[in-house]
């Protein structure tokens, strides 16, 4: 029997076949653009149905199967798909679901360019978007029109962590015909599976935490083989966003590893945590697996973990000390994204004009840290004499 749910079998073996590739450990990259074939039969047979084998790079690939096969088992999805970005990924799983006239409930404050595409590229097509504060289940149901086609969730979400409750949204939206989708990046499918709690489709952005280590920007999606192929002949061949052979092996690559930063790095995060919360110049630390997080209870009955992401609330009362602080630090970089190697920072107030800024709103203090793979003392110290420049 193949102990398909085991997770060091679908990181080590799932999907590879090393008989047809020398018995190499290392699984090749299939860098070709097209295959060829001996019989118009067999030719036909792929017009036909292009998601029934390899035609053209486009479409499907080995080694992007062999990724495919993996992420689908964690996800405890029937299929998956690889898109060239979580953002296409995001996407392609909306756009699959709607038609001119339809509507959208969204969680609020989702991710950047699910935000863009409710507010900017949808309504050119007659599809619009009512927001709700997903952390009460009596919002989507206000929310819900005869016209809803789709649910877009995002939990956590990852700079205040708020969360939706996945089991009952699912069911809400199962008992009206609405297709769920929700935005795992945050959690991973080693700390969350949503498709389990009766959600319809998971997506993530691969960027993060498959890759791991910041040189691949895709994006995975996954649900049920029938939906899966309908993006697949639709949104990925039309759209040509389908990850490439040579990224699809780094998130290979990324993925043998994944079960041991996530370990290293929920480690690393509670000792930066211990000293942040003890810190005079912070004044709050959001944290979803914090017993002092307000969804602290659902956090614990749908994640079995937490990530690196963690956000502060900085004391401050001009924007010059989050300034000061942020650029003090020497080794925690300020970039965006997260789910690498290194630790990075990003403050809340990159994104606020100054003359804007009030420290009345707790929101322009915050400061989101990512906690990567280096020893936890280390990023201790920077974070302390960060802080100390500050005054
Ligand atoms: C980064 C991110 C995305 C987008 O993924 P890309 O790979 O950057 O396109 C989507 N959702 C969340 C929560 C993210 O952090």
Not at 72 to 88: K, P, T
Not at 161 to 190: F, K, M
Not at 279 to 299: N, R
Request: charged content about 25%; overall charge negative.
């Amino acid at each position: 029997m193949m102990p398909d749910n085991d997770l060091s079998y679908i990181l080590n073996e799932l999907g590879e076949d090393r008989e047809q590739y020398f018995r190499a450990i290392a699984p090749p990259i299939m860098q070709t653009s097209n295959f060829a074939f001996k019989r118009v039969e067999e030719l036909r047979k792929v017009f036909e149905d292009e998601y029934s084998n390899y035609l053209y790079t486009r479409g499907l690939n080995p080694t992007i199967d062999i990724l495919r096969k993996k992420l689908a088992a964690l996800d405890r999805a029937e299929d998956c798909l690889v898109f060239n970005s979580g953002a296409s990924a995001i996407f392609a799983s909306v756009f699959a679901n709607v038609q001119s006239g339809d509507h959208i409930v969204s969680v609020k404050k989702p991710y950047t360019w699910a935000q863009k595409m409710f507010d900017n590229a949808l309504p050119r097509f007659g599809v619009n978007t009512t927001y709700v504060d997903g952390t009460q289940i009596e919002n989507f149901e206000r929310a819900i029109l005869p016209n809803t086609k789709v649910i877009y969730l995002e939990s956590p979400n990852s700079w205040d962590y708020a969360l939706q409750d996945l089991r009952a949204v699912a069911e809400l939206a199962r008992a009206e015909g609405i297709v769920t989708i929700c935005d795992n990046s945050y959690s991973t499918p080693l700390f969350q599976k949503p498709i389990e709690m009766g959600i319809d489709m998971v997506l993530q952005s691969a960027t993060k935490y498959i890759g791991g280590h910041s040189d691949v920007v895709a994006g995975v999606l996954s649900g049920t083989r029938d939906m899966m192929k309908k993006i697949f002949d639709n949104e990925l061949l039309n759209m040509g966003n389908g990850v490439s052979p040579f990224n699809a092996w780094l998130l290979i690559r990324g993925l043998r590893t994944l079960p041991a930063r996530l370990d290293r790095i929920s480690q690393s995060t509670r000792k930066v945590i211990a000293y942040l919360q003890q810190h005079p110049m912070v004044e709050e630390v959001i944290f979803p697996l914090d017993e002092g997080f307000a969804q602290y209870e659902l956090a614990r009955k749908q994640m079995t973990g937490a990530c690196g992401l963690l956000t502060i609330v900085m004391r401050a009362k001009k924007m010059d000390e989050i300034v000061t602080f942020c650029e003090s630090l020497r080794h925690i970089m300020m970039a965006v994204s997260w789910g690498g190697y290194e630790s990075l920072a990003i403050p809340r107030c990159a994104s606020v004009q100054p003359d804007q800024f009030d420290a009345a709103e707790r929101e322009h203090r915050m400061i989101r840290f990512y906690i990567g793979l280096e020893e936890p003392d280390y990023l201790v110290a920077d974070i302390e004499q960060a802080f100390a420049a500050v005054h």
